[in-house]
């Protein structure tokens, strides 16, 4: 018997896979846009199917997986401490915290103590790389959105940062300093005062940011009201970080869940309660000052003692069999790792939970019906890393 093909329901229709088969449930009178996959506002490989009435969205829809990597594969074939540089290819911008989430997966599983002095100089080392994540998604999102010398006073600050923590992790990007029971080197007493001298600077250069750009009526124009995310639509998504903290809710896991040193200080959980991508730039504008006070008070009170603990394990070992989880408050929200083993040298299976990931998937929702422009503009609030989506 001849078996006769099922009609190809996309037949007529242009475009690759993804675009015919966007292109079903698109109007007669409607445009099929790409967004990306190489588009400046995207910043990195991602692609947005747009469908267009004007210079309005009617529907959207990310494509992911142009950079995808098998990160969770590759933690599945390596050793434990293998699997660290991987942590900084994540995301590049908040690497250090990726970083902990790891290391705090495997300390857990297998009941590895840290010393306090590490506690703390993990503390620094994150918040510094989280200041030079905000540094860095401040500068180019202004840059998207026209204004191009701002950037420029975010790479000068990002310098200092990417120097002193050059001085004690060797890298000055895509770290890969953690260690299972600590940090792969102490401070020193040039880190101490570099730090110091940057916290003294930082208050004026904000004040000077805020002058030059928070308060600027065109900013203002671009960003108030538009791309409006209420707290339920924030849960539905799962969105965590600065875009649910700019929808009022006060979740941060350094509260929520408190790991390492944390609980020992004392900052504010910025949030804002317009939800709109005003909100989301002055939510993260606060948290560089909310970082700036805990590397304060982590630099006052480093305890002495081991920067890694002495009994920590090298190389190739093996944890006990079992399952942990561990999770994190990087940049971008939430960072989980979930890690199961089987008493081998090699993880059986390593989950990874990336916030930019969730925080996109709102975006269909929060796009339908607002003008081209202004997709630039919520893409750009949501201060998305594209390789930890697709990881």
Known sequence: MTRIPA???????????????????????????????????????????????GEYIVRSEPVLGYIHRMHEAMAQNRAYVQFF???????????????????????????????????????????????????????????????????????????IVMDMLQEITGSRLTYAAFRFGGFCADVTPGFVRDAYAFLDRMPERLEMYRQLVSGNVILRGRLEDVGVIDRMMARRYGATGPVLRGSGVAYDVRRAEPYGAYPLFDFPVPTREEGDSMARYLVRMDEIEASLAIIRQALDGLPEGHHLHPDAPRGKWKPPAGESYFAVEGARGKIGVYLASDGSEIPYRVKLRSPSFSNLSLFPELARGTLLSDAVAILGSLDLVIPEIDR
């Open 85 to 159: 540089p991987n942590m900084g290819r994540v995301d590049y911008l908040h690497a250090l915290a990726w970083n902990w989430a790891w290391a705090g997966a495997v300390e857990r599983l297998a009941g590895i103590e840290v010393p306090a002095r590490a506690e703390f100089i993990r503390v620094i080392v994150t918040e510094l790389n989280r200041i030079n994540s905000h540094l860095l998604w401040w500068g180019a999102y202004l840059l998207d959105l026209g204004a191009v010398t701002p950037i420029m006073y975010a790479f000068e600050d990002r310098e």
């Open 7 to 53: 009609a190809d329901p996309c037949q007529g229709l242009e475009g690759d896979f993804y675009a015919r088969h966007f292109a079903l449930e698109a109007r007669d009178d409607t445009l099929i846009l790409n967004m990306g996959p190489q588009h400046p506002s995207t910043h990195g490989v991602l692609r947005v199917l747009l469908e267009m009435d």
